[in-house]
């Protein structure tokens, strides 16, 4: 097959599977969140890879009055992969926006999290760093949606 047989690949085509992108990565997000809601609830979380994540789990940082974070981090998620279902449905230009703009805050929120976990808390959380790193490619991908305008 010669470049000429082959189609090419619209911009609209490539901006579909930028969305589909952001719902597969922030289902993952909310997977990982609801994991650590229900381990901050049950008061116990297995790290298999590094050893933190009770220290994590279980220090002062772990809530924002009186509700976790991993709580706040499911529903930002869920809210983010909603979002990319509205607009894989109808092209709703609300959802495009928030595509674009809330992942920023979820970039921001991350890094102070890692913040504490690295300084404050000094110990590490594999669960949070996967949250950590969702957060950032939905931001990465927020920001080429922003430039795609």
């Excluded at 609209?12 to 381990?39: E, M, P, R, V, W």
């Excluded at 009186?66 to 607009?87: E, K, Q, R, T």
């Excluded at 920023?104 to 959380?125: D, N, P, W």
């Amino acid at each position: 097959m010669t470049n000429l047989d082959k189609p090419l690949k619209t911009s609209s085509q490539k901006y579909n599977k930028l969305i589909y992108i952001f719902t597969a990565i922030s289902l993952l997000g909310f997977l990982d969140a609801i994991y650590l809601t229900t381990s901050h609830y049950t008061g116990h979380i297995t790290c298999s890879v590094i050893s933190g994540c009770q220290e994590v789990l279980v220090s002062q940082y772990s809530e924002i009055f009186g509700i976790p974070l991993a709580l706040l981090g499911a529903a930002y998620y869920l809210f983010i992969l909603i979002n990319s279902l509205l607009y894989i449905d109808n092209q709703n230009k609300y959802s495009k926006l928030v595509l674009s703009y809330i992942p920023i805050f979820g970039f921001l929120f991350s890094i102070y999290l890692i913040y504490l976990m690295f300084f404050v808390i000094e110990a590490l959380c594999q669960y949070c760093l996967l949250s950590a790193g969702t957060s950032t490619l939905l931001f990465i991908l927020g920001i080429i949606l922003i430039k795609k305008k």
